[in-house]
């Protein structure tokens, strides 16, 4: 069972009440508009059941500079966490406030020698507070629902005021007393040693920049980029680089792992260029629709790229040849087909996986891999007014490559079927092989 730090409130109308007038007084002009049930329920989702969990790690004072208070995160990866508090062995601890943390003693006994919990890949933050003393740093982070990002970027609420006085309190206790031993071994150390919602490099995986559309045009040509083009590349901009949902629905399936998977993968040997390039009339490879404004004064009136310019030109626009790492087929809202998957190691033994979304396709299958489960959804950004949705996958089969999976290869056939709220009787599924290399 599960013991944590529990936050006390737990009358929530009272602390609607008592917070809700100052809401309007630290929030950017015109940031939101809900009502005061809508936001009395964010603050359900967000605080009822309200615990603490810990993350030690070592990270660089070049990383830890780059979270400011207020600032939003998502972390792409399963977020390990533990509810033992005890001393900071480390130089940087993240203090993690969250609603929604699974406790995976239940499915692995050997997890509670660490309190081991987890936080599902694609959960967002908010920056509370960041508080040093001497050469150790707390970075306290609050959990929040992804429909609720917009309201947390542009409001400041009592509540979380509140509790990061009490975090640094914790801080103030904590810093001076033993680290727990359980938590100083190698495989823990693994576990925790990367940071939260960025890169090794210091990259972002989220800023409130990314929802912006890309504004760069092209003018050469007589197709060049109109606003539909502009709209178009937005979703497609936004299926390969934000992934925006937390896949606790979905129902995980036990992996098959086999020595050696039969079947047919010679799609593998197919390929195709990058989205927007073609072949001009000139014979050279050029670029239309999707393109970088800075090439434009590379190019003439009739698209021909000038012959001083094609080196510049070729550094900027990717023209290699790109191997299909997948063959599929799906019945899903606004799927057109794709060919290619991106399997990324998250950690040890987690990965995650999403087919790239195309000019046509708005619809991406994310697969999550955790040790010998994997948990499926369909993200569909939408072109119409309905927005985007999350299917998520009720049943199905994966088996995978043993052997090239350890050569850091992921070799699969799968089948998944979701759920389609909207209309049961018709069903939605994805399915296909995948080869794709492990990055």
Known sequence: MMVACKWSG??????????????????????????????????????????????????????????????????????DMTYKDGGLATNCRYLIASANAKDLSAFNPDSKEFGHVLLTSNAFFKVLDIYKIGNKTQIFLLEIPATAVDFFANVTINIENDITKKAREGFD??????????????????????PIGMNEKGEFFYTA?????????????????????????????WGQHTKETV????????????????????????????????????????????????????????????????????AIIDTTHQSYS??????????????????????????????????????SLNIDILRDSCYAIIDLNSIDTSGSEIFYCKNGNITIDKNLWKAGIMKAVFSFNFENKENLKEPIYWKGKIYSRIK
């Not at 737990?10 to 809900?34: A, I, L, P, Q």
């Not at 929802?211 to 502009?230: A, D, E, Q, T, Y």
Request: hydrophobic content about 30%; glycine content about 8%.
């Open 10 to 79: 737990t009358d929530f109308k009272e602390v609607f009440r008592k917070s809700k007038d100052s809401v309007g007084c630290h929030c950017k002009k015109n940031s939101y508009n809900m009502n005061n049930t809508e936001i009395e329920e964010i603050y359900k989702q967000t605080f009822s059941g309200l615990a603490l969990f810990y993350r030690d790690t070592t990270l660089s004072e070049g990383l830890i500079s780059k979270y400011k208070i207020g600032q939003i995160l998502t972390e792409r990866g399963f977020t």
């Open 173 to 194: 206790t904590k810093i001076n007393s033993e680290p727990i031993p359980e938590l100083q071994t190698q495989d823990w150390k693994d576990r925790t040693e990367f």
């Open 209 to 237: 920049g990314d929802k912006k559309p890309n504004k760069g045009k092209s003018s050469h040509g007589k197709n060049s980029i109109l606003i539909f083009g502009l709209i178009l590349f937005g979703f497609y901009f």
């Open 247 to 314: 896949k606790a629905d979905s129902t995980p399936i036990i992996i098959k792992w086999v020595e050696n998977l039969p079947g047919d993968f010679s799609f593998t040997n197919n390929w195709s260029y990058p989205e927007g390039v073609y072949k001009n009339e000139y014979g050279q490879l050029s670029c239309d629709g999707l393109c970088p404004p800075e090439i434009d004064a590379m190019i003439d009136s009739t698209g021909r790229i000038y012959a001083d310019s094609l080196h510049a030109f070729y």
């Open 326 to 363: 997948i063959q599929c087929e799906a019945r899903i809202y606004e799927y057109n087909g794709t060919n290619f998957i991106e399997v990324n190691r998250l950690s040890n033994d987690s990965f995650h996986c999403f087919t790239l979304t195309t000019i046509s396709t708005h619809c």
